[in-house]
């Protein structure tokens, strides 16, 4: 049966986008490669592997490289991804910090600076991530770079219709705002706001100690609280956004198990208060001076840090329990003190449950929030620069 002309000038060119993205796909996995090893990899015939690769060495997507250093070429041509064919923009948006990043499509930091914002609201968040935006710029070392999108993190819930933050106390002002859309408008970029508890379980997936693991959580505990779930390897979000709220945890029961910073300090002062016991603690007793404190053998320091882990693993039960997640990853500025928290806490799921997650501390830190802020910008540009790459003029020749 014939096939109508309509239907084979729509096949031509839906033919000529897979084999220039399957092409694509093999030298980003490959690189540096000949053609003749893409013809092989991709299942394609030279000449077609050709075509393509004028096609993408014009759109300025791949280029010719160095021949492949564990091997001889015998007269081949190499070739491999222009990693700065776009750039990507990352921001951490906390409650102290702005953290920022420029990368390309290898994962390369282009350019990173912070911003300490302590005690500013949401709208001096906004004129500091402008001025950021063009230091990242201008840092760079690139001429006229090309910035697919940005990914921003922040302390709240995104609300799934309306793109507005809900749970965003942490930063005055973020409660209730359209902060994606003041975003989009401030910087004329594509943005993809997402909440950074979220962001750093696919930091911790992408580059941190998750790596290879399908179902996870990330535990972040600091001066806030909450959690991103990774199942069968894809983030959970829930039905509102809210996956990982596990400051809810303990409603309705009339316990306090908070294990956040305010909250560890107020134990440690009700500690020394009731006890009598001697200790070298004084008020504010600030998070990091009890830890410290307890490392140096402060009894009240000791018995407050045992408590926060058993704060902790309480929060870590229901995560277990629900998901049987194979590993729980701890941060925040309290998760961090794995030295103290981490082997308390194992014990605690051994008696508690009957499959205990492997607990690890996130191995990214303060970087984990941008790290993953990062990692679904690069993915998703991936995508993007192919689809939006040049059309239209006579493509170069590309080398034998």
Not at 234 to 259: K, Q
Request: with cysteine; net charge negative.
């Amino acid at each position: 049966m014939a096939v109508p002309a309509d239907s084979r000038r729509a096949t031509a060119p839906l033919l000529k986008d897979l084999n220039e993205r399957t092409v694509l796909e093999a030298i980003r996995s490959g690189a540096p490669i000949s053609r003749a090893e893409i013809s092989r990899r991709a299942g394609i015939s030279k000449p077609t592997v050709s075509l393509a690769l004028r096609s993408l060495v014009h759109a300025g997507l791949v280029r010719e490289a160095s021949h492949d250093p564990d091997g001889p070429s015998y007269g081949a041509v190499f070739f491999e991804p222009v990693a700065e064919a776009a750039l990507v923009l990352g921001h951490d948006v906390g409650a102290r910090f702005l953290r920022g990043a420029l990368c390309d499509l290898h994962g390369t930091v282009r350019a990173r600076q912070d911003v300490e914002l302590t005690g500013a609201d949401a709208r001096t968040a906004l004129e500091a991530i402008g001025r950021l935006h063009r230091a990242l710029v201008d840092a760079c070392g690139l001429q006229q770079p090309r910035i697919d999108g940005a990914v921003v993190g922040v302390p709240g819930v995104v609300g799934p219709g309306d793109g507005r933050l809900r749970l965003a106390a942490n930063v005055p002002g973020l409660e209730g705002m359209a902060f994606g859309a003041e975003l989009r408008a401030l910087l004329g970029l594509p943005v993809t706001l997402d909440n950074d508890i979220n962001l750093a379980a696919l930091g911790e997936q992408w580059r941190g100690v998750a790596r290879g693991v399908d179902d996870f959580a990330f535990l972040s505990v600091g001066t806030g609280l909450g959690a991103g779930v990774v199942l069968r390897g894809e983030l959970h979000r829930g039905r509102n956004g809210a996956a990982g709220e596990v400051d809810f945890v303990s409603a309705g029961l009339g316990r306090d198990i908070d294990p956040c910073a305010a909250a560890l300090s107020a134990l440690a002062a009700d500690l020394a208060a009731r006890t009598g016991a001697r200790t070298e603690l004084a008020a504010p007793y600030d998070a990091r001076e009890v830890f410290a404190a307890a490392r140096a053998g402060d009894d009240v320091a000791r018995a407050a840090v045992d408590e926060e882990a058993r704060r902790i693993a309480l929060h870590i039960v229901p995560l277990a329990a629900v998901t049987d997640v194979a590993l729980v990853v701890l941060g925040g500025g309290i998760g961090a003190n794995g030295d103290l928290l981490l082997e308390p806490v194992r014990i605690l799921l051994g008696d508690w449950v009957p499959y205990p997650p492997r607990l690890e501390v996130s191995s990214l830190g303060e970087a984990a929030i941008l790290t993953g802020a990062l990692a679904v910008g690069v993915r998703d540009a991936l995508d993007s620069v192919f689809v939006n790459r040049a059309r239209g003029s006579a493509a170069p020749a590309v080398g034998a």
